[in-house]
């Protein structure tokens, strides 16, 4: 099934860094969890920066992508401890993690969801959810390694991911406005993007797991339709 926590969490998705990132008073750090059969254990923290306690739960979902789709399922293969937890006014909370069964197979990804539980005011009134994050986890074996390719069509570009990692991609426009895409393609996975009508070329940036980080010029004009790499 599909998690409107992706969207709702729009502000940690688009950040530009795995370090860390801050909504509604809330640190996380790292924002992107990468382990390996290797090292199946990591952890995350949470730091609190508003004047009362808040209390999250978090629940793990295997992640796939089919037509451009994120796909979220309940999972067990990933743990998290705690699952439910307080943070108190200018505190802090790690959440471990863990993997079941990791092997030297093909690549796994995980995203973990951190929703807010309401709080209730002096008035007795519960408030609802006031904040969701969802995270990437990934299992990336030695050596994996992410190669996206393209092809415009029809007024779309088709983004594949043929390698066997996944990479974060960013389309620019003229290297300055951002074009609408999907933040990550996984290893295996297809995503289709509009075209902007007045756009010639597009720029696509691309971070695989290693951190490696490549610019690829997409020529989507009438008559010239092929990505030069530089």
Do not use: C, K
């Not at 006031?130 to 995270?135: H, N």
């Amino acid at each position: 099934m599909t998690w409107r926590a992706l969207l709702i969490a729009a502000a940690l998705v688009a950040a530009p860094s795995v370090a860390g990132a801050q909504t509604g008073g809330i640190q996380v750090a790292p924002v992107m969890v990468n382990l390996s059969p290797e090292h199946t254990i990591d952890s995350i923290r949470l730091r609190n920066g508003r004047s009362r306690p808040v209390a999250f739960e978090v629940e793990a979902y295997a992640w796939s992508q089919v037509n451009g789709q994120d796909q979220l399922i309940p999972t067990t293969e990933l743990i998290v401890a705690p699952g439910v937890f307080e943070v108190a006014a200018n505190g802090d909370q790690i959440v471990r993690l863990g993997v079941r069964g990791a092997s030297s197979g093909g690549e796994r990804a995980y995203r973990i969801l951190l929703r807010e539980l309401p709080s209730q005011e002096q008035s007795g009134i519960a408030l609802g959810f006031t904040l969701e994050m969802s995270l990437p986890v990934f299992i990336t074996p030695r050596g994996a390694q992410a190669n996206v390719t393209t092809r415009a069509e029809n007024g779309r570009l088709i983004l594949t991911n043929t390698g066997t990692s996944f990479a974060q991609i960013s389309l620019m426009q003229d290297a300055q406005q951002r074009v609408p895409s999907p933040r990550y393609l996984l290893a295996g996975a297809s995503a289709d993007v509009e075209i902007p009508a007045d756009a010639s070329a597009l720029q696509l940036i691309a971070t695989t797991a290693t951190g490696q980080h490549s610019e690829r010029t997409i020529h989507v004009g009438p008559t010239d339709q092929h990505a030069s790499v530089r």
